[in-house]
């Protein structure tokens, strides 16, 4: 099933049977666009997901930005960065309360299993270690949104050596 499809010529998407750790360093890196995965999860926790829809607020990306159709739910961190200077800032009296607000509301859409998490646990399989949420000062930050690449965005985050924090 390999398969790539050029979006321009440095940023492609792949079909694949499973996620693989190349995949996702590639995913990082943004020389890869996306990974198509038939199936990545079942039927039944697609139908959940999909049917919470209904019940989640959600909001589209930009289609300027990502000609792609995606859905949104969450508050995405690079919408609560203030700009201090030549650095940017979390607005954490914005961000954190619409985190929390976000993380209740999709407890109460009550979707069993969590998609979210399925997805968290296959792609530490494929990574080869576990994946968790990046965290700000020990808090972990609402894993829903997408978070975009480089090309004058921000890049992915890293984490401080051993804190698991947000660098």
Request: charged share 20%; net charge positive.
């Amino acid at each position: 099933m390999p398969r790539t499809t050029a979006l321009d010529p440095l940023f492609t998407a792949a079909d694949s049977n499973s996620f693989t750790d190349r995949h996702l360093a590639n995913l990082a890196a943004d020389t890869l666009a996306a990974v198509r995965v038939p199936n990545f999860l079942d039927t039944p926790t697609c139908r959940t997901a999909l049917a919470a829809l209904d019940r989640l607020p959600t909001a589209d990306y930009d289609p300027t930005r990502v000609p792609t159709p995606i859905i949104r739910f969450g508050p995405a961190l690079n919408t609560y960065r203030n700009q201090n200077g030549q650095h940017s800032q979390l607005d954490t009296d914005r961000y954190w309360p619409d985190a929390e607000a976000a993380r209740a509301t999709w407890q109460r859409a009550g979707m069993r299993p969590d998609p979210i998490a399925v997805s968290m646990a296959r792609l530490g399989t494929a990574w080869g270690a576990a994946v968790t949420p990046a965290t700000i000062g020990g808090r972990a930050v609402f894993g829903g949104p997408h978070a975009v690449g480089r090309a004058g965005r921000r890049g992915p985050a890293r984490t401080k050596e051993g804190s698991g924090d947000l660098a």
